[in-house]
């Protein structure tokens, strides 16, 4: 089986990496870098959200420093967002039934 179609090849080293190696790892993850930039899929869907959620967390994971720092602020204060929420609703509720 020839090398070529063992695996498939990113369009992208023909297109924009013209002379990049394709076999090496740092090549790779700058073509993926590019396919993520360049998505547009609609976001107003519940795929959409989750793929933008886990862009979000892979995007964290790969940060360092002061930017992994504040993904980790900005995950708290949605949990703490969350939190306050249902408290409120819990407590409406129970308000609700008592009276």
Excluded: K, Y
């Amino acid at each position: 089986m020839p090398e070529d179609t063992a695996r498939p090849r990113n369009a992208r080293f023909e297109d924009d990496l013209v002379g990049l190696d394709p076999d090496d790892p740092e090549a790779q993850e700058f073509a993926a870098h590019l396919d993520r930039m360049q998505r547009s899929d609609p976001t107003f869907t519940i795929e959409g959200s989750l793929r933008g959620v886990a862009d979000f967390a892979d995007g964290s994971n790969r940060a360092g420093g002061l930017r992994w720092w504040v993904a980790v602020l900005i995950v708290c204060l949605i949990l703490v967002g969350v939190m306050f929420a249902a408290w409120d609703i819990i407590t409406g509720l129970f308000a609700w039934l008592a009276g």
